[in-house]
């Protein structure tokens, strides 16, 4: 390329410094560069003040810049003009030699260009560009092109050649040129330019970010230090992309989000502007835009040192409320968010607290799940950024509807309590703060969920006693944490092993059948294991797929065999059981196959059954840490709990691990600590002592004969004179584990036979039990003795005599330390009577008839069998419990069941309505035990039908959980055994409706066959029982029920076939059961699957030659039935219903086909009688109006014994209201609620109702089950004796149970005249007794019992009821029930009693 010689702009000649030749196009690069290096020297040396050199060489400076240097190919070339030019600038600063715009605007954008050189730091020519950059920098000479047009575009390739130049290579001084270089432009223009500002905040994006780090720094930089300046443009820029939406401002626009939180983490003040446009966009309606704002704010309320949340509260609150967006991925990002505030900002933990509580309840299971991992995680990095209520957020969680979030929750807390409380890395009050854990974990043993069943079973071995540690220590961790545990946390651990043990029993038994040969039988009963087995693991039904797939393997490989029957034996080490598993889990591994479901279970299956924690050796150390608590030196105190606690945890856990590893027991040392145990003066203690020694002392007799000598005597001992259950496990250890059993119980039994004193009834309680326990265990040793001490002493000393007077506080109920002891000894003869049956199974001798009978009769006199009036009506409770459940332990006995009378079950049936609500609640739980191990016959479930007459919502919402969980069992039970369809009429729970049917026709509350208060009660109880039954229509059993009941209407009732009155009430029964199948059906009109079978104890054979299609209910009774609405949806949903006011629930007309449960509703106060129909669902409180109450006239308020101000307006008003209302000439059955168990509740009625309510024409009649809502205190006041008690064969629910030195309310006395035709009128329900006697005749004829209409004012009465809280009975309901006369020999004849 040819170039003109160089001129000087003004035609004058160019001067170079000496030495320099002339610089021409002519000559080669390597003598150009040679001459420039010479010029750039001479410009290098020249200062500012050298005004004769300025005029000497501004020709050269001028053509220096001419289009041949500017654009010569040789980069050295290019170097050395540029720095020749950076001096001139330097040089003739602060004015330019070169005056045209276009002449520097080629000139700075040449240099930008040159600036590219500085990348390579290695380069020969790297301090040639860092003088360079030095020189603009330190001059400022960009700062000439402010002059100019277009200097933007100057500038913007500057920047953008700085930042891309930019390398970890460059030191501290070349960074620093670059700041100062573009700062200097920033902050000495006019403003910063769109494009510039993006030249600057593209480093900060994470794309370019990563790419360049060091350039991002720069950004950084640049950024704070002119920050003042800049911070107008930034908001300018994010004014456009936020608000006005303009987009197309930037190529940065879809970055804002991202660009802010960098801006926020260089420097907050530059987003003072910023701040509030966000909060316009946090109010979005695009849901992703929201999103993104709310991403990006919780980027910045959570860094660590952020101050935003505190310096611009109004952003923090709008940003609080986008956890309640509606958008899920927002507020999932908000749950998100707050673990990081929570571990950098705890101050904020308050305002999260209550956002968090709330989205722990959301719909949605991720974001429940987040909130769990929030918590935890904050927690796990220190525990006092969560306060209690976040934790107890999660411990909600733990019964979450979703197994991920259940499962989230549950090990997060574990891990909190092992890094707490099991390594205490935060102390001693951390751990109390986490102490709750171990007992909300093990409480989740209780749900139904096998996956529950087996997480938890996980996180006891592996964090609340991690099985990887030494075993003293492991031990000491089991030790501690047994005796710190609630109650129900110990009974769900206990239930663990108890169900591992199971489990391992079944796979024991799965391997003695592959011992056996193949046979069909042989692989029907190997097939049944694996399906109890498969039943124990996630999954169930692929786990049988599984199973019969190990199954296969087992009967291949013997080895495999081995392993596995290693591991369940009782010898199996815990070290042992980990080899045995990791050998196992090896061979059926598949290399091929990275996720093995098979694998999995199998390993499900080795968990459970795997001995990782006790073996002899534990048990071993147990023991010891028992004996250091004993002798007081352990660490009680420090783990938090004393040393008799310890001591009696300690030997609790011992006798849990007794049943479920007795062999581990078998050392001289361990039963050494056990007899010291013995001689403590705790009675548990001893107790629990003598239960593992029952429980592992097979071997005793044989190989620890010093063992043997001590313990035989100490036995004898606590069975002689022992607490009651010291007395019975004694006995039973006597007999488990001894050879010579018969010598040993025969030294027991007639020095205790021997002493019996009923003047000394506290001395007699434990030889009774001792006594019972050894005829049930050796029932033909001592057959012929214990007759005759159950003929002359228990039943003519102790049973039928009243030698001590009873308290008369009034109660329904006492402790057990208030019991009297004769009545303690009377109950412990109850239960002797019983054991003594059980033990000979047979009724040869009639015995079992003749307690039958005494039995009943205890009932009939509700507990005061002699009738003398010496027993407190507390005791008479414990009596009529005590015979309730003696009838229900004989029925248990096949040779028992068949001999009870209908009558008799009827009698124990009504214990569940009685006054006392103990005796209800006790009695229904030793009633579902029963049933739920299959051991009473269907009928007893018939039982809970009855429940619906209880006035306590928790009583009929139990019982119906009752209903639900041995309907399921049984329904299970047909399944799993194929063999049980030959059993169906004893096993099918359709079958109990034929039950119900009967006993509720016998109902004694069931008086008059047309009155609609008494059908709707019968309505109640069938629909109580059927509503159950009737869930599911599995295999059409609505048209199976609907078939029985037609079917009972072609019967009569075998209890009284020829009683037409009795019939008519059965069939009436039968059609209330007709209506409620119908309304509540829509298939009960189908086919019946198969032809019911009705049970011949209770219905004759049917009338082939007749059919009963007749309808017994009047038109107007069935149309009540029909319109009238049943009970709300269900029991536990009332129970669980929210009050909306102080005095009443919230009102629900709910229509009929959509109710489905068992409680009455109230019908409107101002509504007439008549036409009434339970339309509202409406209860109150247990001071307020019963949750069933039906009868609109009178209330009684049960107010308790510390009444509240607040409530009395309620009561005021509500009684107010009721006063305007017309006396009635009939009652309802009253519902008032019984008093809970402990409280002294009483009745009471306000004194301005006193004169209404005694002008009532008719008295209330008593109710069983309901106690009488009005109450006239005049009448009671005129008629009632408090010494005359009503004999009816069971006790009312009472209104109070408890309340000393109060009054207790009453029934109306009926009038003379009414009494005289009671007495007159026949008999409708007849104990089915002809002159038979309460024990047999040989040896103790006591009593006789006749069965007649009338009774002769001779004879004496010996069951005459004992004093109720409503002293005297509606006598109206006396009018058609028979007469039961018993009559003692050795007494005269002068009192009667009806029944």
């Known amino acids: 390329m040819a170039f003109p010689q160089p001129k000087s702009a003004d035609g004058k000649i160019i001067i170079y410094p000496p030495g320099v030749k002339e610089i021409t196009d002519k000559i080669s690069n390597d003598e150009l560069v040679k001459r420039l290096k010479m010029v750039v020297k001479t410009f290098m040396d020249m200062d500012q003040d050298s005004e004769d050199e300025k005029q000497q060489y501004l020709p050269l400076a001028l053509h220096l810049a001419s289009e041949f240097f500017l654009r010569n190919p040789n980069k050295d070339v290019r170097l050395l003009v540029a720095c020749c030019l950076a001096d001139i600038f330097r040089i003739y600063a602060p004015e330019a030699p070169y005056t045209s715009h276009d002449k520097l605007k080629d000139i700075f954008m040449f240099i930008t260009r040159q600036l590219k050189g500085l990348e390579d730091t290695k380069s020969p020519q790297f301090n040639r560009y860092f003088y360079l950059l030095e020189n603009l920098a330190w001059v400022k000479s960009y700062n000439i092109c402010f002059e100019l047009e277009d200097c933007n575009e100057i500038f913007i390739q500057l920047f953008r050649t700085l930042f891309s130049v930019i390398n970890n290579s460059h030191n501290q001084k070349v960074q620093m040129h670059m700041l100062d270089l573009m700062s200097s432009i920033i902050m000495e223009g006019d403003g910063v330019t769109q494009d510039l500002l993006d030249s600057i905040l593209i480093n900060l994006i994470p794309a370019h970010k990563n790419m360049n780090k060091q350039a991002y720094d720069l950004a950084k930089v640049l950024l704070k230090r002119t920050a003042q300046t800049i911070e107008p443009c930034i908001a300018s820029f994010f004014n456009q992309v936020l608000v006005l939406g303009k987009s197309s401002v930037s190529d940065l626009s879809e970055h804002v989000f991202d660009l802010i939180m960098e801006l926020f983490a260089i420097d907050p003040h530059l987003l003072l502007s910023v701040m509030p446009q966000l909060e316009f966009k946090l109010k979005s309606n695009d849901g992703e835009e929201r999103l993104a704002v709310v991403r990006l704010l919780a980027k910045l309320f959570g860094a660590k040192d952020s101050e935003l949340a505190t310096q611009n509260r109004p952003l923090w609150q709008c940003f609080l409320g986008r956890f309640n967006d509606i958008h899920v991925p927002v507020r999932l990002e908000c749950v998100k968010f707050a673990s990081h505030c929570l571990m950098n900002h705890p101050d904020l933990a308050k305002d999260l607290t209550e956002y968090l509580k709330v989205r722990s309840h959301d719909p949605e299971e991720a974001i429940r799940h987040d909130v769990i991992v929030t918590i935890i995680t904050a927690g796990k990095k220190d525990l006092s950024l969560v306060n209690d209520q976040l934790l107890g957020f999660v411990r909600e969680r733990t019964l979450d509807k ?9 090990m997060g807390l574990a891990q909190l309590y092992k890094k707490y409380c099991l390594h205490a890395e935060a102390g001693k009050e951390a751990a109390q703060k986490v102490n709750w854990i171990k007992d909300k974990l093990l409480h989740i043993y209780y749900q139904n969920s096998i996956d529950d069943k087996l997480l938890v079973e996980k996180i006891f071995a592996q964090y609340l006693v991690p099985h990887n540690l030494e075993t003293e220590e492991r031990m000491k961790c089991l030790y501690y944490l047994y005796a710190s545990l609630d109650p129900n946390a110990v009974k769900a651990l206990n239930e663990m092993w108890k169900c591992q043990n199971m489990l391992r029993s079944h796979v024991r038994e799965l391997l003695d059948l592959h011992k056996q040969p193949a046979s069909e039988a042989n692989n029907t009963a190997m097939f049944a294991k ?14 049988q797929d599984f199973m019969k797939k190990f199954n296969q393997v087992l009967g291949d490989d013997e080895r495999l065999r081995a392993q596995l029957e290693l591991l369940i034996s009782p010898a199996c080490s815990c070290k042992q059981a980990e080899v045995c598993v990791r050998e196992i889990t090896r061979k059926l591994a598949n290399p091929k196959q990275p996720t093995n479901p098979f694998l999995e279970m199998v390993k499900f299956l080795l968990e459970r059954i795997a001995p990782v924690h006790i073996d002899s050796e534990a048990i071993s150390s147990l023991v010891k840490l028992m004996n250091k608590s004993i002798e007081g030196t352990a660490d009680d105190e420090e783990e938090g709990v004393t040393p008799d606690s310890a001591i009696r945890a300690g030997l609790e856990l011992l006798k849990v691990l007794s049943f479920t590893h007795p062999t581990s027991f078998h050392s001289s040392e361990t039963y050494e600590s056990l007899l010291q145990c013995l001689k403590m003066e705790d009675d548990k203690v001893a107790e629990a002592a003598i239960q593992i020694f029952r429980n592992t002392g097979h071997k005793i007799e044989t190989d620890l004969l010093q063992i043997r000598s001590t313990l035989i005597p100490i036995l004898h001992q606590k069975a002689k004179r022992g607490t009651p259950r010291q007395a019975k496990q004694a006995v039973h250890c006597i007999h488990a584990i001894f050879t010579n059993k018969e010598v040993q119980l025969a030294q027991i039994f007639e020095p205790l036979s021997k002493s019996l004193n009923a003047d000394t009834p506290e001395q007699l309680i434990t030889p009774l039990v001792s006594l019972g326990h050894i005829a049930m265990l050796a029932p033909d040793q001592f057959a012929s003795p214990m007759k005759s001490v159950v003929a002359n002493f228990i039943v003519k000393d102790l049973l039928m005599n009243d030698r001590f007077p009873g308290g008369k506080n009034g109660k329904l109920w006492t402790p057990n330390e208030e019991v009297s002891p004769e009545v303690l000894a009377k109950v412990q003869a109850i239960k002797l009577l019983v054991r003594w049956l059980l033990g000979m199974k047979n009724n040869q001798s009639k015995s079992a008839n003749s307690t039958l009978r005494l039995l009943s009769a205890m009932l009939v006199s509700e507990g005061d069998l002699t009738e003398q009036k010496k027993i407190s009506k507390s005791d008479m409770s414990r009596l009529r419990l005590a015979a309730g459940c003696a009838i229900l332990k004989l029925a248990q006995e096949p040779c028992y069941h068949e001999i009870i009378t209908p009558e008799q079950f009827q009698l124990c049936a009504l214990v569940i309505n009685d006054e006392c609500y103990q005796v209800r609640q006790i009695f229904a739980l030793k009633l579902h035990k029963a049933l739920g191990k299959l051991l009473l016959p269907l009928e007893y479930m018939a039982v809970f039908a009855l429940c619906a007459k209880d006035p306590v919502k928790e009583r009929r919402a139990h019982a119906r959980q009752c209903l639900l969980k041995n309907i399921s069992i049984r329904r299970e039970y047909i399944k799993q055994n194929p063999m049980a369809h030959e059993k169906l009429l004893s096993l099918l729970p359709e079958y109990v409706v034929p039950y119900t049917v009967h006993l509720l026709a016998h109902d004694p509350d069931f008086t008059k066959t047309q009155d ?35 079917n009972i209407k072609q019967t009569k009732d075998a209890q009284a076939p020829d009683d037409g009155k009795m019939n008519e009430k059965l069939y009436i029964v039968c059609d209330v059961a007709l209506i409620v199948i119908t309304t509540k059906s829509t298939t009960y009109n189908l086919d019946s699957p198969k032809d019911p079978v009705l049970p011949t104890k209770f219905f004759t054979p049917p009338d082939k030659d007749s059919s009963n299609n007749k309808c017994y209910l009047s038109d107007e009774a069935k149309t009540l039935l029909l319109t009238g609405k049943p009970k709300p949806a269900t029991v536990l949903g009332a129970v669980n219903k929210p009050l909306s006011a102080a005095g009443r629930r919230p009102q629900d007309r709910t229509p009929v086909l959509e109710m489905g449960s068992n409680i ?15 339309e509202q669902n409406s209860e109150a409180p247990e001071t307020e109006i019963s949750e069933n109450e039906e009868n609109p006239v009178i ?4 107010v308790p014994a510390k009444t509240e101000k607040k409530d009395e307006p309620v009561r005021n008003k509500e009684m107010s209201s009721e006063q305007s209302l017309p006396p009635q000439t009939s009652t309802e059955r009253g519902k008032k609620r019984t008093a809970p168990a402990g409280s002294e509740n009483i009745q009471q009625i306000p004194e301005e109702r006193k004169s209404e309510e005694s002008t009532a024409p008719v008295p209330p009649k008593a109710r069983r089950g309901r106690p009488p809502k009005a109450v006239s205190e005049s009448n009671t006041a005129k008629n009632s004796d408090p010494n005359k008690a009503a004999g009816r064969g069971r006790k009312r629910v009472a209104a109070s149970q408890e309340g000393p030195a109060e009054p207790e309310t009453t029934n109306v006395k009926v009038p003379k005249q009414q009494e005289t035709n009671v007495k007159r009128a026949s008999a409708q329900r007849q104990m089915d007794l002809q ?9 103790y004829s006591v009593m ?5 209409p009338e009774s002769s004012a001779e004879e004496l009465d010996l069951f005459k009821s004992c004093e109720s809280s409503q002293n005297e009975v509606d006598n109206t309901k006396l009018a058609e029930r ?16 009806r029944l």
């Not at 979703?402 to 549950?410: D, P, S």
């Not at 694996?530 to 786990?543: C, E, H, R, V």
């Not at 028979?1378 to 002068?1390: D, H």
């Open 1195 to 1198: 209330l009684l308020t049960v």
């Open 1378 to 1393: 028979g007469f039961l006369k018993v009559r003692r020999k050795s007494m005269p004849k002068g009192r009667r009693q």
């Open 1012 to 1046: 609609i208060e008494q059908l709707r009660d019968i309505k109640e109880c069938l629909w109580f029982m059927l509503e159950v039954l009737m869930t599911k229509n599995e295999n059409n059993s609505h048209a199976f029920i609907r078939k029985m009941v037609e």
């Open 1160 to 1174: 009455s509703g109230n019908s409107e106060p101002s509504s007439p009688p008549p036409n009434r129909g339970r």
């Open 1344 to 1348: 006789d019992l006749e069965s007649t």
């Open 530 to 543: 694996l399906m109890a087995i498969a039943k124990n693991l996630p999954d169930p039904g692929k786990a």
């Open 1331 to 1339: 002159r038979i006697q309460v024990l047999d005749s040989d040896g």
């Open 402 to 410: 979703r197994w991920r979030v259940r499962k989230e929750a549950m």
